[in-house]
């Protein structure tokens, strides 16, 4: 009797996991995930495939890519035993879309282009209505086959690369008949676009696209590499001077002042770095000067000459016998290793819980990663040891409670446990939830998934941070505080109105 009781009890416990749902992300932004699914062909520990992947930490997940077929101008499988089920193929259209059961939070889209699709097929596509009814037509029959939420278009890039000027036209059109045909059956449309001011100006109606699209996914990576013939940064924060337009300040500064609404663009970052070979043994090295042979090294997993995945840089990191030396650069908000002639210049937890602040400073919509495949997804790296992760977060937080006009916001936020944050504050404790800064303490000392879990928290702290920041600002209007800066205190430059009004007044 007792034993039929157990199993009855166990068979109960079983079913009640099995139809459990989870969820994601609660900070409320988007955090979009591609997925390079040829990871999947990756030797050794880089081999990424559905399994792997931790669906918690996305809201949208995007499948890369899909192909344009030539002759019927329609979407097409690019890897047919990998995204179809037909000859024993691994089905992952129809694995990734079945992740929604469990994970009902998750959008789940198809990427059609990328790099290698080119730019010519798309320019003939969308060069006459015809042909855009052709495409259309394919890509809503795909994505009620497959079950997908939406589509996302990586068209690289239009009026570049074998595209012609008119491509920029035809693009908005391409993406206004989508969106009108899509908008019956609830299907989302968003696109990759390339971050570069020379791609931005000759590609992209910005204020149009931003009408149609839901989401601008912008590609705020491959700024520098070996192409420049000298070292630099892969995704840096800020330019080198003033007229440098490669950053992705600049580049979200840009969006806004073309009239994108700041909550349809997601800042894209790279799970990614990019090598370099100095030519000779230079001493310090200079990012935009120091000059670099024409091709850097390869990763054992992605072995692509210059491109280096996060999971085989924190391998060389945590690799004792490795002579990395460690460096950080300062105007880019960049990390670098050095191993004389060897460079790595990369993004780590605390240089995007730097872009995540700025994102959430300008309220964009989220933050997008290319890809989630070369995060530390298996957990084999050592935490970052040599950068303390939320760095700035924390300290900014300690001044904040410090200052008296905080301390008034703080209490009339109506916080019952003002003063805990306080103490948490210093003790480093910076994830909310139900309302409180709680401690969040690493469990483990190789942590997976560190640079998704650090997009996570930063934009949880960062919304908390802006929240104290804006119920401040209310405070101080209200006792009618002189608003005037004051140098004393390290708070008012960032209680000035957006930086994206000075930039009007250029
Ligand atoms: C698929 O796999 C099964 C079992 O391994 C095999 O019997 C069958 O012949 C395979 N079919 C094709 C089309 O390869
Ligand atoms: C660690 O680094 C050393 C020296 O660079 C290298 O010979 C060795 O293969 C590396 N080990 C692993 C596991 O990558
Ligand atoms: C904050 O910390 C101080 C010193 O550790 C302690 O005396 C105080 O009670 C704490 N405040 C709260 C609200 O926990």
């Given at each position: 009797m ?11 416990m ?11 992300p ?7 995930c ?8 990756r030797?050794?520990?880089g081999q990424f ?5 931790e669906?918690?930490?996305?809201t ?7 192909g344009?077929?030539e002759?019927t101008l ?13 000859n024993?193929?691994s089905?992952g259209?129809?694995g ?16 059609i ?20 009814a ?11 086959v ?8 990586d ?6 690369r074998?595209?012609r000027?008119?491509?920029?036209a035809?693009?908005?059109l ?5 969106k009108?045909?899509f ?14 001011k020379?791609t ?16 601008i996914h912008m590609?705020?990576y491959d700024?520098h590499?070996?192409?420049d013939?000298?070292?630099?940064a892969?995704?840096?924060?800020r ?15 840009y969006?806004?002042e ?7 663009m997601?800042?894209g970052?790279?799970?990614?770095g990019?090598?370099f ?5 230079a ?12 091709t850097?090294?390869?990763?054992p997993?992605t072995r692509e000459a210059?491109f ?8 060389e990191?945590?690799?004792k016998?490795?002579k990395?030396t460690?460096h ?5 908000a960049?990390?670098?290793?050095r ?8 993004d780590n937890t605390?240089?995007?819980?730097i872009?995540?602040?700025t ?10 990663v ?18 303390e992760?939320y760095?700035?977060f924390?300290?900014s ?41 709680q ?7 190789y942590?997976?998934y ?7 928290d ?6 908390e ?10 405070v101080?209007k ?14 008012y430059?960032?209680?000035?109105p ?9």
């Amino acid at each position: 009797m007792v034993k039929l009781l157990w199993i009855a009890f166990l068979i109960g416990m079983v079913s009640v996991l099995d139809g459990q749902t989870l969820g994601g992300p609660m900070h409320g932004k988007v955090v979009v995930c591609y997925i390079g699914t040829w990871a999947t062909y990756r030797p050794g520990d880089g081999q990424f495939d559905l399994e792997h992947l931790e669906p918690s930490l996305c809201t949208h997940i995007v499948y890369s890519f899909a192909g344009l077929d030539e002759t019927t101008l329609g979407i097409k499988s690019l890897d047919t035993w990998h995204d179809l089920e037909k000859n024993n193929g691994s089905s992952g259209y129809r694995g990734l879309v079945a992740l929604k059961r469990r994970y009902p939070h998750l959008k789940v889209t198809i990427a059609i282009g990328g790099w290698n699709e080119g730019s010519r097929k798309f320019s003939t596509m969308a060069e006459t209505a015809e042909n855009r009814a052709k495409f259309i037509k394919s890509v809503l029959v795909f994505l009620d086959v497959y079950k997908f939420d939406g589509l996302d278009l990586d068209w690289e890039y239009p009026a570049k690369r074998d595209g012609r000027p008119i491509d920029r036209a035809n693009f908005v059109l391409l993406v206004k008949e989508l969106k009108e045909a899509f908008e019956p059956k609830g299907y989302l449309l968003t696109a990759a676009l390339g971050a570069g001011k020379e791609t931005m100006d000759a590609a992209y109606d910005m204020h149009k696209l931003s009408r149609y699209l839901d989401f601008i996914h912008m590609m705020c990576y491959d700024y520098h590499g070996t192409w420049d013939g000298v070292v630099g940064a892969n995704a840096p924060l800020r330019g080198t001077s003033d007229d440098d337009v490669l950053s992705v300040e600049y580049t979200i500064k840009y969006l806004l002042e073309n009239g994108v609404s700041p909550y349809k663009m997601v800042l894209g970052v790279p799970l990614y770095g990019r090598t370099f070979i100095l030519n000779n043994d230079a001493q310090d090295i200079e990012f935009g000067r120091t000059p670099v042979q024409q091709t850097g090294f390869k990763g054992p997993y992605t072995r692509e000459a210059g491109f280096m995945g996060y999971n085989e840089i924190c391998m060389e990191i945590t690799n004792k016998s490795s002579k990395w030396t460690h460096h950080w650069h300062d105007q880019s908000a960049t990390p670098y290793l050095r191993d004389g002639k060897r460079i790595i210049t990369y993004d780590n937890t605390r240089s995007i819980a730097i872009k995540v602040k700025t994102a959430m400073e300008y309220n964009l919509g989220g933050i997008m990663v290319w890809s989630i495949d070369t995060d530390d997804f298996r957990g084999l790296c050592e935490k970052d040891r040599e950068t303390e992760t939320y760095h700035e977060f924390v300290q900014s937080y300690n001044r904040i409670v410090d200052d008296p006009i905080m301390k008034k916001a703080l209490k009339s936020l109506n916080l019952p446990d003002a003063g805990r944050i306080e103490n948490l504050s210093r003790q480093r404790a910076y994830v909310l939830s139900n309302n409180k800064l709680q401690l969040r303490l690493p469990t483990s000392q190789y942590p997976n998934y560190a640079l998704m879990h650090a997009i996570n928290d930063a934009t949880t702290l960062a919304l908390e941070e802006k929240r104290i920041l804006d119920e401040m600002n209310r405070v101080m209007k209200q006792n009618e505080i002189p608003d005037e800066p004051d140098s004393a205190n390290p708070f008012y430059p960032r209680l000035s109105p957006p930086r994206i009004k000075q930039m009007h007044t250029k």
